[in-house]
């Protein structure tokens, strides 16, 4: 009986294995055409790269202008370099420090967790480390989820909150979807899958057609045709999806003290403006703005509108946004 067990283990594992081995060549296959060595050599942030290592970890990072502290954090399977539209125009007004998130961008990609506390707290990490005891917070993505979780758990050092197409108020997973999770849930497809479906994926993330949007895409692809490369942030991405379904901010809403902007693309297809009405409904503090002809990367999609909102937000709190109470 052990031996006939033992030998089922095997033969599932070597099935496994298999299965894994095709859909990764597979993968490579069907991205061989992006691969370009020769662009990820030369390319670099619009907006420069800065360093700073903190308790071992190598955080990359953008830090432009004087004032009060905002902190720009990208979504998940992004950058800072996303938000070269944006930094420019904040950083007028504030002191604005943008970081790529450990596992991506450029920042250090060691083998860790990534659940979302453990982010929050390397963030905090990198704060303290900079000397930024208090920031008001712009999160995309997950990274509005991870602002949102550093509100509720450190309100005294979040002066701020912007949300832009975020995770963090999804309804914890019933029954069906936990099993589902902890049985089938498996690093090693998700990262394939990101890898080899993220044309698609990236087509959904945007309305407008821009070159800056093809730059990007190009940037990332390049990363992705290269397996070896792209493993680290593969392993990254998604242990940090998995844990997005684990640390739900939906019951805590209402616990939220600090001033909160929802703005989101009117037509967001990652996550639609559904979301953020319901945090509208139950975050005492806020406003939300849909922003026309946009998408999932509003930021990007229309960038002075996204400014200018999100300005007039800092400046004033909720008492200098116009609601917009209905999605189109």
């Given amino acids: 009986m052990v031996t006939y067990r033992r030998m089922g283990g095997l033969v ?60 720009i954090l990208p979504g998940l399977a992004t950058s800072i370099d996303f938000w070269q539209l944006n930094i420019p125009a904040l950083a007028e007004h504030y002191h604005v420090v943008a970081v790529d998130l450990p596992g991506l961008g450029k920042s250090a990609k060691p083998d860790a967790s990534y659940e979302l506390p453990w982010m929050c707290d390397r963030i905090l ?38 949300m832009m197409g975020s995770t963090g108020a999804w309804p914890p997973p019933n029954l069906v979807l936990a099993l589902g999770l902890k049985l089938l849930w498996n690093e ?4 394939d899958f990101v890898r080899g479906r993220w044309p698609d994926v990236y087509a959904l993330m945007f309305k407008q057609d821009t070159e800056l949007r093809r730059e990007m895409f190009h940037y990332q692809m390049a990363i992705r045709a290269d397996g070896f490369r792209f493993a680290a942030e593969g392993r990254a991405t998604a242990r940090a999806l998995r844990s997005i379904f684990d640390h739900s901010c939906r019951s805590r809403l209402g616990d939220l003290h600090v001033p909160l902007l929802l703005i989101w693309g ?21 406003r939300l703005v849909l922003v026309p002809d946009a998408g ?18 800092l400046e004033s709190g909720s008492a200098g946004v116009q609601d917009s109470l209905a999605p189109p």
């Fill in 296 to 313: 999932h990367e509003a930021m990007m999609d229309q960038p002075d509108t996204f400014n200018r909102v999100v300005l007039a937000f």
């Fill in 12 to 71: 599932a594992c070597a099935v496994y294995c298999a299965a894994f081995v095709v859909s990764t060549s597979c993968t490579a296959i069907r991205l061989a055409k992006y691969r370009d060595d020769r662009f990820l050599a030369e390319y670099r942030y619009t907006l420069g790269e800065q360093y700073l290592e903190v308790k071992g970890l190598k955080f990359c990072y953008q830090e432009y202008g004087e004032g009060p502290t905002v902190v």
């Fill in 188 to 191: 090693w497809l998700v990262t």
């Fill in 125 to 162: 990490d990198f704060l303290d480390a900079k000397g930024i005891s208090q920031a008001s917070f712009i999160g995309g993505s997950m990274g509005g989820h991870l602002g949102l979780l550093l509100a509720l758990n450190h309100p005294d050092r979040t002066a701020k909150l912007v």
């Fill in 266 to 286: 009117a037509y967001d297809e990652i996550h639609p403006p559904e979301d953020a009405m319901y945090i509208r409904r139950h975050a005492p503090d806020s």
